[in-house]
């Protein structure tokens, strides 16, 4: 998988922040819903499952025009971890319904233990996930994210993730 998702968080987000909230200021400081999410996920590379991963992350109160920070932790059964920071994108005013479509980018940094290798250390992870959000703001998202180093090195095979996250207010 190439830089796609990576280009769809960036055209989706600045399209909206271009329409949405330019009007008030772009990149204007707004409250938003902190969350906590768990995640699990299986973990694909070169199109095979190799094994499971969890998730814990935790999403700013604040969004930064359409931008959310947005942290996580992730861990597989094979020992490889991913640590990461960025910004999460997510539909609001777009559709008026508890659904929502969200999309992110975090670089971060991959410690192989078990797992592939993926040339190199730094890793940006690019999701896009659909959701529904509870009466109690609470969430639940199926998503879809690819990591890999953006060519920064010679090896770059990337690493996906199909998964199911829970997040709580927080």
């Known amino acids: 998988m190439d830089g796609t998702l990576a280009a769809i968080f960036l055209v989706i987000s600045m399209t909206d922040m271009a329409l ?20 699990g996920a299986k973990v694909s590379f070169q199109d095979e499952i190799i094994g499971n991963e969890i998730y814990l992350g ?14 996580g932790i992730s861990l597989t059964d094979g020992g490889d971890y991913w640590v990461g920071a960025g910004v999460k ?6 559709i008026d319904s508890p659904f929502f ?12 233990a078990d797992g592939p290798d993926l040339g190199g250390q730094m890793h940006f992870r690019s999701s896009l996930g659909a959701g529904y959000t509870f009466d109690n703001g609470a969430t639940v998202t199926a998503s879809y994210d690819h990591r890999s180093n953006a060519d920064t090195q010679q090896l770059n095979p990337g690493l996906e993730t199909i998964s199911l996250r829970f997040a709580i207010p927080f």
Do not use: H
């Open 89 to 94: 994108w997510t539909s609001k005013g777009v």
């Open 101 to 112: 479509v969200e999309s992110s980018l975090m670089p971060g940094i991959y410690g192989q």
């Open 58 to 71: 935790y999403d700013a109160p604040v969004t930064y025009g359409p931008f959310q920070p947005t942290v």
């Open 20 to 39: 949405t909230d330019c009007p008030a200021g772009c990149l204007a400081p707004e409250q938003a819903v902190s969350r906590l999410s768990f995640q």
